[in-house]
């Protein structure tokens, strides 16, 4: 490493912390475990009031970016005069992109994500030692990341995963993918549909997302279901996650006499609606709602848990599921999976393996798959102890970010003298 060398990674969130991108936190925390430097600019403050203990163990600074057109504007407008006076030639041809992008799509925020990059360049950038930008979503944060790139030069890669894919317009991520250095995803079906977009763009790598085996670990013995049946959600109140066909699945196993205990943690924008569904099906006696919660509260739920239950479907706007991350803890903890077969979850959940999975929307079927995960002990049994195992040695995040380190460093950038 030569004198003077920047070394830093900028990574671009959408938010930071968030309880629900534990991955991402995870992640910077074991790259600088590695020996990488990090610097982390948030584009929106935290929404929540707590977070999971490890990012407490972070040491990367972090800067919040304007997360507004309103009041921020003026302090936007200034760095970004600032910058297109320094760097004429630059900021020209980041307006060009930005006006190409605004007459594809006609959104206003492609204008604030190039005023946030102006501003993270100008007021930002200076006096960090970030030397290559990269980005979590394939959305808003890599938007950022573009233009910032077109702005100071520097390259920039990024990490896409479910949403921020297939709700994005295809000629914008395909731009993306274009003019990035490398892209992550975190499944192979995922991998498919970004090089079907950019066959001849840059390497597109898979990284699957891991968990931290020691803190998801259940008991060695197999506990013996007994009434009331407890089943475990862990999910954001969206419509993909598909509770819907949870609640209709619960309501069926009770209308055949099945004493059950229904515990469902997580928040979400469509919160009402899908909340509103318990009553309509008359689930009250049986339902309890926790909200979002910290790591030893969901850990406390999986140890009660005899089941865990998800109704993943595709989303009316496209949006769906890589592989939900609730499902690898459950697995390490020793709670059998019920999915779905959508998108990347088979490549995790096998059929009778280490799991069991129904079509989407059926909850005729989820019901039944329910019972038999409930009652065959020899099946249940050996979907616990295949899924611990496929979990254990396939999906420990300390061997993925590995990999992930692997392809920074194939990009050029270098670990500190912590972690040579």
């Known amino acids: 490493m030569r004198k003077g060398q920047k070394t830093t ?11 629900s991108e534990t991955f991402i936190s995870n992640e910077i925390y074991l790259l600088e475990q590695l020996g990488f430097s990090l610097h982390l600019f948030s584009m929106r403050e935290p929404r929540e009031s707590f977070t999971h203990e490890s990012v407490e163990q972070i040491q990367a600074g972090v800067d919040y970016l304007p997360s507004s057109l309103l009041l921020p504007l003026p302090r936007l407008l200034y760095h970004n005069v600032k ?3 320094q760097r004429p030639e630059e900021y020209s041809g980041a307006f060009r992109l930005m006006i190409n992008r605004f007459r594809r799509t006609r959104k206003i925020a492609t204008i604030k994500h190039l005023l946030q990059a102006g501003y993270l360049v100008h007021a930002l950038l200076p006096s960090t ?40 317009d295809q000629r914008q991520l395909r731009e993306k993918i274009a003019l990035a250095k490398f892209v992550v995803t ?17 390497s597109i790598h898979r990284v699957y997302h891991g968990i931290d085996a020691g803190l998801f670990s259940g008991p060695s013995d197999f506990r013996k279901p007994s009434p009331p049946y ?60 926790l909200g979002t919660q910290p790591h030893h509260r969901v850990i406390d739920e999986y140890r009660k848990a005899d089941l865990f239950v998800l109704g993943c479907e595709v989303a009316r706007n496209g949006d769906r ?64 102890d295949s899924a611990r195992r496929r979990v ?7 061997e993925l970010i590995q990999k992930l380190a692997e392809i920074f460093e194939a990009a050029g950038l270098t670990r500190t003298e912590k972690g040579e």
């Open 392 to 398: 254990r040695e396939e999906f420990n995040n300390r």
């Open 321 to 384: 599921d890589g592989i939900p991350n609730v499902f690898l803890e459950s697995m390490a903890m020793g709670v059998p999976v019920l999915g779905t077969r959508v998108s990347a979850i088979p490549e995790l959940v096998e059929e009778g393996r280490t799991g069991l999975l129904v079509d989407p929307g059926e909850p005729e079927a989820m019901a039944q798959s329910m019972v038999k995960l409930l009652g065959d002990a020899e099946l249940r049994h050996r979907i616990i």
């Open 230 to 289: 407890r089943i475990l959600s862990i999910a954001r109140l969206v419509e993909k996650k598909g509770l819907p066909t949870v609640f209709r699945a619960l309501r069926n196993l009770l209308d055949q006499g099945y004493s059950l205990r229904y515990t469902l943690i997580g928040d979400g924008e469509e919160r009402r609606s899908i909340l509103n569904q318990i009553g309509d099906l008359g689930l009250e006696d049986i339902f309890t709602w």
């Open 129 to 168: 030692d970030v030397c290559h930008l990269h980005a979590h979503f394939a959305h808003s944060p890599t938007s950022v990341a573009l233009f910032a790139h077109k702005l100071s030069g520097l390259p920039f890669s990024f990490s896409a995963h479910a949403k921020d894919i297939y709700t994005s």
């Open 83 to 85: 910058l297109a006076r």
């Open 9 to 19: 990674i900028g990574y671009i969130l959408k938010g930071y912390p968030r309880i």
């Open 186 to 202: 975190c499944t192979d079906y995922n991998r498919r549909f970004l090089q079907s977009l950019s066959s001849d763009g840059p």
